[in-house]
């Protein structure tokens, strides 16, 4: 197994390794937003190693503050990226930049001096519900376990277009919303008190589609560049009273963290998986010719605030969903949407067999009904001021973490009042 040269990424708990690769957008005290590379410790500045003309294959766009232009270039030059930045920071390959002192100085940034953007001009965001336990656990809550699935469930992955404007990246706090939340009494106006995680896997659609045009499974696949961890922050009271008919709208319209380092399909592609076994035959159009799921382990973390150490809540795995991501988009196209470069799919919560893998409080309180142990001491059901949530995500290659580096946010208190002043 190869391994690089930069400082920590050998360390047996470090997320990126040679092996991963991810890809983000950073800016530091002295510039402004550019593309980067998280490696061991550090960001790697992919513009400074384009400006030195190591990397060849035209304009990649690494200058600009979003991957949007070089996730257009497609599957080979991304191959081809891949391949010379592999050489460039393994051990005992190209020496172009492990000995240019000066060159090393300027373009392995610190992570901790990196200020992290989002990783994509984000173009449009859908939010799936494609992990079969959740599907279960929430129906089984609201309508009792005969009728948890409704009957289109097990043949097409079912979704909602999601609000792409409060797309945050990891770090931004979550105010929490104000909305109208049914009573005994009738509906009330105020702060939510059921604020909730959805710990998701979302998926970054590189290669557009035009109006009209549709995708095969294996066409969708190509289409994808990456990964990111994905928090659908959801307030379960205004969900509760505004979901019929049309499915969530406030509930979960503000906010939806994602994690600012987006690992490729290449990185992951040892982690492949077959596909679930399946109730009933899907339809052609979204039939698989080939293994689209992945195992990426889930974790959430919870820490109030002042509180010293965070304790997990959440361990789950992306190999419980149902339908792939390639699922996702190539059902999202075939009516003839078009798909740009830059949209976000999220798969949906996923939740396991157990309680501690169902992924979000709804269901581990099961419905509010019970306390949820924190290993830290106290219990939660729904979020509090003041908390932050972590999500954690790697799969494995070698014994090597293919690593997410996290997505956090803290909520902060509602406003007080309704108006531009509060
Ligand atoms: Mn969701």
């Known amino acids: 197994m190869k391994q690089s040269w930069v400082a920590g990424a050998q360390a047996p708990d470090c997320d990126f390794p040679l092996a991963n690769l991810p890809y983000g957008v950073f800016s530091t005290a002295e510039r ?24 060849t294959g035209g304009d990649l766009g690494f200058d600009r503050p979003a991957l949007n232009h070089f996730m257009t270039l497609g599957a080979e030059t991304w191959a081809a990226v891949r391949a010379r930045l592999t050489d460039l920071l393994a051990e005992g390959g190209d020496p172009a930049l492990r000995e240019n002192v000066a060159l090393r100085d300027r373009a392995l940034v610190p992570l901790d001096k990196a200020q992290m ?17 959740h599907a279960f656990n929430s129906g089984s809550i609201l309508r009792g376990p005969e009728n948890a699935l409704t009957p289109n469930w097990t043949h097409m992955p079912i979704g909602y277009n999601g609000r792409v404007s409060t797309v945050v990246v990891s770090g931004t706090p979550v105010r929490r919303p104000l909305g109208q939340l ?63 008919p049309l499915g969530p709208f406030q509930s979960k319209a503000f906010a939806t963290s994602i994690s600012p380092w987006i690992v490729t399909r290449a990185a992951l592609e040892p982690c492949r998986r077959p596909a679930p076994k399946r109730d009933n035959d899907l339809l052609p159009y979204l039939q698989e010719d080939a293994d689209y799921f992945v195992d990426v382990k889930l974790e959430a973390h919870l820490k109030p605030e002042g509180a010293a150490k965070a304790s997990r809540i959440v361990q789950t795995n992306t190999a419980h969903l149902y339908y792939s991501a390639p699922q996702l988009l190539a059902h999202h196209a075939v009516c003839g949407c078009r798909m740009q470069t830059g949209d976000l799919l999220g798969s949906g919560t996923i939740s396991g ?55 956090e946010g803290r909520i902060a208190p509602a406003p007080k009042a309704v108006g531009k002043a509060f």
């Not at 953007?117 to 336990?133: E, I, W």
């Open 32 to 55: 402004g937003p550019r593309c980067g590379m998280a490696i061991g410790d550090s960001v790697l500045d992919l513009s400074e190693l384009a400006a030195e003309e190591l990397l």
């Open 117 to 133: 953007h989002l990783p994509v001009d984000l173009r449009g965001y859908t939010d799936f519900y494609a992990g079969r336990q």
């Open 182 to 244: 049914m009573s005994a009494d009738g509906p009330k106006f105020g702060p939510s008190q059921r604020l909730d995680i959805e710990v998701e896997f979302g998926a970054i659609v590189a290669l557009p589609t035009e109006l009209g045009q549709t995708l095969t499974v294996a066409e969708a696949w190509e289409h994808l560049f990456g990964f990111v961890l994905l928090n659908d922050w959801s307030a379960r009271d205004i969900q509760r009273w505004e979901g019929q």
């Open 353 to 407: 067999p157990e309680r501690q893998s169902f992924g979000c409080l709804m269901e581990q309180s099961w419905g509010g009904r019970d306390q949820i142990a924190l290993e830290q001491g106290g219990s939660r059901i729904f979020l509090e001021d003041g908390d932050s949530v972590i999500l954690t995500g790697w799969g494995e290659v070698d014994g090597q973490r293919i690593g997410f580096g996290g997505c």
